[in-house]
């Protein structure tokens, strides 16, 4: 011990008569300290908006916006207006997509946001059935700064985050809106939409089935006339076979006169049916109409002129029908028809011009109801001719064909009949049968169509309106549908709730620079104070713990007094955050005195070759004990060796200091220093007599060179 101490006051004593020695241990002491402020400092804040917000991003738009529900879309110009009043990043909007690429690639920004010309037209799309996710497109500039593209990375989120708020907020609000409407109808009274639906689909079943009727009869008069065209070639036979032959042909014409006959009542019911269309067509669409003109659109207008435009159509294809089964009308048919293609181009006009100035819906109005006031006319005209004109002469048409008949049974015999003519005749009329059958198959068609639709918007109006929660809904978007739409477009809240709070970057990057430095200095006090010792004076002789202690005690002093002054300016003049100050210090001092001893033990024990293994020792750990990035997301070979680097141990014991302690996790750690600390004494102290000798020729080897000392 006598000898431990000498060693230890002699090496005090020429420190202190020498000033180069003093100024040199005064820099080993503040260097450490140098280090670990300044990395500290300038971690303090990076990710602070103050920081982020001189961080250029360009965003630029060429966005041409669109129309949904009667609102006017512009997605682009949404986020444009939002990010400009965001501060955490340094926004920039230039005035062309070329100026901000441009500015990406000559380094003026870091990156740049283009939203496209049909991006919002293309969000829209789902309405279509489309789905498709459209693109933002994101230039960034990695060779400018390597972590920048981390930090403004931020913003591909913040903007694709604006955009779906945008896009989901201003749908909703339509919708609300549209909700808002129905529901302030009912509880006015002004509009029941299950009732007219009701009424509607009763009136399109009863034209189902007359459809269906007047099928099946235009059915058996084409069969009819095809029996009739199949006999005619043996009509020669039934000449020759007499009388009987030709009482069955004229059952047969008396057959074919009673369905004309049929018929004919048919046409006149068509158009009564048309006719009684057309009515309530007129008091639905006034109904709508008045509806408009109180500037009360929403989604049950949408309906009702979906409706009415499908009844014209209804009525058109019915049209058609008439068309090809009545003969000397044609004139008439074609006003009628041209009169109904008016009234569905207003209404069509009147759909999809209801956003615009009331002085063009008025218009509209006007023309629909002079439109059907002139077809209701125009197809009263037409029932009046064809009930006085055309039918009587269809009749009397099949009543002479049917005396024809009788005078060519009286002049069968030595008459030569023509029996081509005959055939070509009723080829004529079942041509004209089968277009008329298949023109009222497809009137049949889109009225079964449009019942199937207007049954199942009925059921779904009645299930909805059936529900429980029916009338809180309606109460929710009469009230604010503004606020349920903020809501629809972002149902939840995320609330972030700091477990161990620290309030700077730069207090929790303290740690692994506090370690690092506190390493460094112990790095330094090897590579310029020499650990060997020599007699001082004459005959001394000193044993192997007696020169490891007696030098390593001023190893200690000096390394504390690093550690020291880092943690005193740490805590007083950086200002970490910490909460356990003094144990925050004892950590600082058993992290120096485990490092300092290791140190100093390799070096003691392997020369030179022990400096070159506490720096690789360093390295490993700078990159591998956590300290900047988590040790997780490190490649494996760091995760394998991490549980055996002495960095570790200090950062979680620094760690618990400054955020908060969680059991004796503090403890742990400090112990574990200490093991560390016994290790690196017994490794020195035992490897240091089998290496002696191969140090000693290494220093003579390098002195044999002239440059290495």
Not at 12 to 20: A, G
Not at 412 to 425: A, F, H, K, R
Not at 442 to 467: H, M, P, W, Y
Not at 655 to 675: F, H, P, T
Request: glycine share 8%.
């Amino acid at each position: 011990m006598r000898n431990i101490w000498k060693i230890f006051t002699t090496d005090i004593r020429r420190i202190s008569n020498n000033v180069v020695a003093v100024v040199i241990i005064m820099g080993l002491s503040i260097l450490p300290a140098l280090y670990a402020w300044f990395n500290i400092f300038s971690n303090w804040d990076p990710y602070e908006p103050a920081a982020t917000s001189q961080l250029k991003v360009a965003v630029a738009s060429d966005d041409a916006g669109a129309e949904i529900m009667g609102l006017s879309l512009n997605v682009g110009d949404s986020v444009l207006e939002a990010l400009g009043a965001n501060t955490t990043i340094g926004w920039v909007f230039p005035g062309t997509t070329e100026e901000a690429l441009e500015g990406v690639k000559n380094s003026d920004y870091y990156a740049a946001l283009i939203i496209p010309e049909n991006f919002t037209q293309e969000m829209l799309g789902f309405l279509d059935g489309e789905v498709d996710h459209p693109t933002i497109y994101y230039y960034e500039n990695e060779k400018k700064n390597g972590i920048a593209p981390k930090i403004t990375g931020k913003a591909k989120n913040a903007v694709q985050e604006q955009v779906n708020a945008t896009f989901v907020s201003t749908v909703a609000e339509a919708a609300m809106k549209a909700g808002n409407a129905l529901s302030m109808a009912n509880a006015s009274g002004q509009v029941s939409v299950t009732g007219s639906l009701d009424s509607v689909k009763a009136q399109l079943q009863d034209y189902v089935v007359m459809l269906q009727s007047f099928q099946s009869i235009m059915s058996s008069a084409e069969m009819i006339m095809a029996t009739s065209r199949n006999m005619l070639p043996d009509m020669d036979n039934v000449l020759e076979n007499g009388r009987n032959t030709m009482i069955g042909m004229q059952t047969m014409i008396n057959s074919s006169v009673d369905a004309v006959d049929v018929m004919g009542d048919m046409v006149s019911s068509s158009m009564d049916m048309v006719t009684e269309a057309l009515q309530y067509l007129s008091v639905f669409s006034d109904g709508l109409l008045d509806q408009m003109g109180s500037n009360n659109i929403g989604s049950t207008t949408d309906t009702g002129l979906g409706m009415a435009i499908g009844l014209v159509q209804g009525m058109q294809a019915n049209m058609d029908v008439l068309g090809s089964l009545v003969t000397g009308q044609d004139a008439q048919i074609q006003a009628i028809k041209q009169s109904l293609k008016n009234i569905e181009a207003d209404l069509k006009q009147l759909q999809n011009s209801k956003g615009q100035v009331d002085t063009d819906v008025n218009t509209l109005r006007a023309q629909i109801r002079e439109q059907i006031q002139i077809c209701n006319k125009q197809l009263n005209n037409l029932m009046n001719d064809y009930n006085n004109n055309v039918r009587p002469s269809f009749r009397n048409t099949g009543k002479s064909m049917q005396q024809a008949f009788l005078n060519a049974a009286a002049m069968m015999n030595g008459t030569n009949v023509n029996m081509d003519e005959i055939s070509d005749i009723l080829g004529e009329y079942e041509q004209t049968i089968r277009e008329g059958n298949l023109s009222l198959q497809d009137s049949l068609t889109i009225a079964q169509e449009l019942l199937d639709k207007v049954s199942k918007i009925a059921d779904n109006i009645k299930r909805i309106t059936g529900a429980d929660s029916y009338e809180d809904i309606l109460k929710a978007m009469a009230s604010d549908p503004t606020s349920v739409a903020e809501f629809v477009s972002s149902p939840v809240k995320l609330q972030t709730v700091p477990v161990y709070p620290v309030e700077h970057y730069g207090s929790a990057a303290s740690p692994f620079y506090t370690i690092l430095a506190i390493w460094v200095g112990a790095l330094f006090l090897v590579a310029i104070i020499h650990v060997g010792v020599k007699p001082i004076d004459p005959g001394d002789h000193y044993k192997e713990y007696e020169r490891y202690f007696g030098r390593y005690l001023l190893f200690f002093l000096i390394g504390q007094a690093q550690t020291l002054l880092t943690i005193l300016g740490n805590l007083y003049y950086i200002e970490i955050q910490c909460q356990h100050k003094f144990l925050y210090w004892l950590a600082a001092a058993v992290a120096s005195a485990a490092f300092s001893c290791f140190m100093y033990s390799v070096t003691f024990a392997f020369g030179n070759v022990g400096e070159a293994l506490a720096i690789v020792v360093m390295v490993i750990q700078v990159a591998g004990s956590g300290g900047t990035f988590p040790i997780e997301a490190l490649p494996k070979v760091f995760q394998w060796i991490y549980p055996f680097l002495p960095f570790q141990f200090g950062m979680k014991a620094f760690k618990e200091c400054i955020a908060g302690m969680y059991g004796v996790d503090y403890w742990i750690n400090v112990g574990k220093m200490v093991l560390f600390l016994i290790i690196a004494l017994l490794l020195g102290l035992a490897l240091e007599p089998p290496f002696r000798k191969l140090n000693h020729r290494i220093e003579k080897s390098k002195e044999k060179t002239g440059l290495m000392i």
